[in-house]
C-alpha cells in the first residue's frame, strides 16, 4: 500500500493509497477527471427528471407533479452532494476509490431510470434502488477512511452509521407509504430529508472534515454548469419540435432567443459572487451554503422545464395557460436571484450584487407574467431576460473600480 505522500499523478498506477485526510490548503485543487465522468451521469438524471417536469407543465397537471420534481431532484443532488464533499476530504484516486466511484455512478443511472415512473405513477422503487446503490458505495468509503485515517476516524464512523440507518428508513418508506394520499407522502419524505441532512452536522462535532474551499467552490460552480446545459437542452428540444413541424414564427425567434440570453444571464450572475473566499473565510456556515444551493440546481433545471413549454406553446397546443406557462419561467428565475442573496449574504457579507438589485428584481420578475394576454409570451420571457441583464448591468456599474484621482 503506498503511503499519504504518492504524487497524484501516479494515483491512477499506483493500485492503493492510504486514505488521509488531504490538506486544505493544497494548492492548485482542482476537478479530478473522475469527478468529471461523475458529473456526466448527472447529465442523464437532471435530462429525465426537467423532461418530465416539462411534459407535467405543458399538460396543465403541474401541482401534481411538482412534489413529486421536488422529491426526485432531492435525491439526484443530495447523492452529488455526499459525493463531492467526501471527495474534496478523500479523494485517493486509486483502484479500490475508483470502483466504488463507478458503483456509485450506476445507481445514478439506475435513478434515472426510475424517473418516468417515479412521475407518472408514483412508483420509487427503481429511485430508491439506485439510490441504495449510491448510498452502499459511499458508506463503504466512510468505512475505509475510519480504518486508515485515525485522526477522522470518529467522524467517519458517524457518517457510515448515520448514512446506513437513514437508507434502512428510506426502504421501509418504499413499502409502507404506497397507500397514502400524495400530502402524507410528501410529509415522510420531508421529514428523512431532514434526517439526511442531519447526519453531516451530528457527524462533524467530533470535527470537521478537511474539504477544501477552492475546490468545493468549483464542483458546485461545474455542477451549476450542467444544470444550465441541461435547460439548454430542454429548450432545443422544443426548437428542434417547432422546426420539425414548420411552426416557426418570429414569436418562436424571439422566445428562442431570449432564452438563450436568459441562460446566459443566471450563469453570469452565479459567477459574480465569490463563493471559494466565502467557503475559505467562514468554514462553519458551509452547510447552509452547501445545503441551500438545493434551491438553485432545482431552480436552474425548473427554468429549463419552463422554457421547452414556452417554445411548445408557441407552436403547439398545450394544455396550461399561457399564465402558467410564463410563471413556469418566471417563478424559478425569482427563487433563484433571492437564493444567491439569501446564501452568500451569510457568507461573505454585503453580496456583490445589491440586495436591492436581486430581490427588486426577483419581484418584478413575478409580476411580469400578469401581462400576457396583454402582449404575448415571448415579449414576457424578453422582459424577464431584461430584468436579469439589468441585474448584472446595475452589479457592474455599481461595484465598478473608482477612478484614481
Not at 335 to 343: D, E, K, N, Q
Amino acid at each position: 500500500m503506498a503511503n499519504e505522500h504518492t504524487p497524484r499523478a501516479l494515483s491512477g498506477i499506483v493500485p492503493v493509497i492510504r486514505m488521509r485526510a488531504r490538506d486544505i490548503d493544497e494548492p492548485g485543487r482542482v476537478s479530478s477527471p473522475l469527478e468529471l465522468l461523475f458529473d456526466l451521469t448527472f447529465v442523464v438524471a437532471i435530462a429525465s427528471i426537467v423532461s418530465q417536469l416539462a411534459h407535467a407543465i405543458a399538460g396543465g397537471h403541474v401541482g401534481d407533479a411538482l412534489p413529486n420534481y421536488l422529491m426526485v431532484f432531492f435525491a439526484i443532488w443530495w447523492a452529488w452532494l455526499n459525493f463531492t464533499w467526501f471527495a474534496s476530504a478523500y479523494d485517493t484516486d486509486d483502484v479500490p476509490y475508483r470502483l466504488l466511484t463507478m458503483v456509485q455512478m450506476g445507481g445514478v443511472l439506475v435513478l434515472a431510470a426510475g424517473v418516468p415512473s417515479a412521475f407518472e405513477a408514483g412508483d420509487y422503487l427503481l429511485v430508491t434502488l439506485g439510490y441504495f446503490i449510491m448510498r452502499v458505495a459511499l458508506v463503504v468509503q466512510w468505512l475505509r477512511a475510519a480504518a486508515q485515517d485515525p485522526s477522522g476516524r470518529s467522524t467517519a464512523l458517524r457518517y457510515a452509521l448515520g448514512i446506513s440507518v437513514v437508507q434502512a428508513l428510506w426502504i421501509i418508506r418504499l413499502f409502507t407509504t404506497a397507500g397514502l394520499p400524495l400530502g402524507a407522502q410528501v410529509a415522510i419524505f420531508a421529514v428523512l430529508a431532514a434526517a439526511e441532512m442531519a447526519v453531516p452536522v451530528w457527524a462533524e462535532r467530533p470535527g470537521m472534515t478537511r474539504w477544501h474551499p477552492h475546490h468545493v467552490a468549483e464542483r458546485y460552480a461545474l455542477f451549476t454548469i450542467i444544470v444550465l446545459g441541461e435547460s439548454v437542452l430542454a429548450a432545443t428540444t422544443g426548437v428542434q419540435s417547432i422546426v420539425s413541424a414548420g411552426a416557426s414564427t418570429g414569436e418562436f425567434v424571439l422566445l428562442a432567443a431570449s432564452g438563450l440570453a436568459l441562460l446566459f444571464g443566471l450563469w453570469w450572475v452565479y459567477f459574480l459572487e465569490p463563493a471559494h473566499e466565502g467557503l475559505e473565510k467562514n468554514r462553519r456556515r458551509s452547510f447552509l451554503w452547501g445545503y441551500g444551493h438545493y434551491f438553485i440546481f432545482a431552480a436552474l433545471a425548473a427554468v429549463g422545464a419552463g422554457l421547452e413549454v414556452g417554445v411548445e406553446a408557441v407552436g403547439h397546443h398545450v394544455e396550461a395557460p399561457l399564465v402558467v406557462v410564463a410563471y413556469a419561467v418566471a417563478i424559478p428565475v425569482a427563487v433563484y436571484l433571492v437564493m444567491m442573496w439569501v446564501l452568500y449574504r451569510p457568507m461573505i457579507g454585503p453580496t456583490v450584487i445589491p440586495p436591492a438589485l436581486s430581490l427588486g428584481g426577483a419581484a418584478v420578475v413575478l409580476l411580469l407574467p400578469l401581462a400576457v394576454e396583454a402582449v404575448s409570451l415571448g415579449v414576457v420571457l424578453l422582459l424577464v431576460t431584461l430584468v436579469v441583464a439589468a441585474v448584472i448591468a446595475g452589479t457592474i456599474f455599481w461595484r465598478r473600480p473608482k477612478a484614481s484621482a
